[in-house]
């Protein structure tokens, strides 16, 4: 339990120095308060939107934050060290003590919520929220809320990029207190990821084109190259190379000319040197396939002298009688109609 109470007390007396500087240092625009113990002493950053009212003429303002915070707060040897805000309106410390002055000096709640909310945002934070709480318009306490922007209530989120600033507002109908939380915007959520596209591939360099000098005389070598090979080869490769033609036989003295003499004499001997002729090979008949269609057998076309031919005459028409025109018939005359006697 020693060591438990100890870790209390320590706690305690860091959030009591906290309080002592807010009020000591209201005016220069109180920034945050950050308490590091070294082998030398105690180490005590300081923020504040306007360092030079914390220091005073020739450091005489510090010199006595130094012995008060010695001789009340029992620190060992304390060294304030005090840094300048880079942007006050993303400081929710800051942003929270303006609000509470303004609210002092009469401004209505929802008019200094709502610009206090504007220029939050328009320093580059992801989100704020302003809390007001108290007596604001009538006997009863409430709260009312601004917020714009991202906020992030609860878990590792709100502990990292949430910053949290309280101030104490003194009016007549009471005390109002204010809460400022700021995102800072920076900050990463872990739903945001970036996708990393694949390497591109490497593209094959593109050969400059030769310029026409240097083909030029390519051509000329292969050129020069090609008449050498021919030489060295000689005329004996060039006969060589060519195809030989066959002797052409001659005919017989009194043989007659051409082919169709020989077939219509079959009995003359055959003159010498004449080639025989070869007889056409007969074709073998395909025996139909089991399955296959039989071939259709056309019948033989007889040739039909023009002589055999007898002409034939047509038949006159017979002769049809022509139709009379009916003769009318006279119609009777009426009967006349007798006289009674």
């Not at 620190?75 to 304030?80: H, K, W």
């Not at 009538?138 to 949430?162: P, S, V």
């Not at 169709?260 to 070869?278: I, V």
Request: charged letters at 30%; aromatic letters at 4%.
């Amino acid at each position: 339990m020693a060591s438990e109470r100890k870790f209390v007390t320590e706690n305690i007396r860091r959030h009591l120095l906290r309080e002592y500087m807010m009020a000591k240092v209201g005016r220069a625009g109180f920034g945050g308060l950050d308490v590091q113990r070294t082998p030398m002493g105690t180490r005590v950053t300081l923020m504040t939107e306007r360092p030079g009212l914390v220091i005073g003429r020739r450091g005489e303002a510090i010199k006595l934050l130094t012995k008060a915070i010695e001789e009340q707060f029992k620190f060992n040897n304390p060294q304030i060290e005090v840094q300048e805000v880079p942007n006050p309106n993303l400081n929710a410390q800051i942003m929270a003590e303006k609000l509470a002055n303004a609210l002092e000096r009469g401004w209505h709640f929802r008019r200094a919520g709502h610009s206090t909310v504007r220029r939050i945002m328009d320093s580059g934070a992801r989100g704020c929220q302003v809390v007001i709480a108290g007596k604001l318009t009538g006997a009863r306490h409430r709260t009312e809320k601004f917020k714009e922007g991202h906020i992030k209530y609860c878990g590792q989120a709100k502990l990292d990029f949430m910053e949290r600033g309280f101030a104490v507002a003194k009016l007549k109908p009471g005390v109002m207190g204010i809460t400022v939380s700021i995102m800072n915007p920076n900050a990463r959520l872990p739903d945001e990821i970036d996708i990393i596209p694949p390497p591109a591939e490497a593209v094959p360099a593109v050969e400059a084109p030769k310029p026409a000098a240097e083909t030029a005389a390519m051509d000329k070598k292969a050129a020069e190259a090609v008449e050498t090979l021919k030489k060295e080869a000689g005329p004996a490769a060039g006969a060589a190379a060519a195809k030989p033609k066959r002797p052409r036989k001659k005919k017989a003295e009194g043989a007659p000319e051409g082919p169709a003499s020989a077939a219509a004499t079959p009995g003359a001997p055959a003159a010498p040197g004449a080639e025989e002729k070869k007889q056409p090979r007969k074709r073998k008949k395909k025996e139909p396939t089991e399955g296959a269609p039989a071939p259709t057998t056309t019948e033989a076309i007889t040739e039909v002298k023009p002589e055999a031919i007898t002409p034939v005459e047509p038949k006159p028409l017979a002769e049809v009688p022509e139709k009379k025109p009916e003769e009318k018939k006279p119609e009777p005359a009426p009967a006349e109609p007798q006289k009674e006697a």
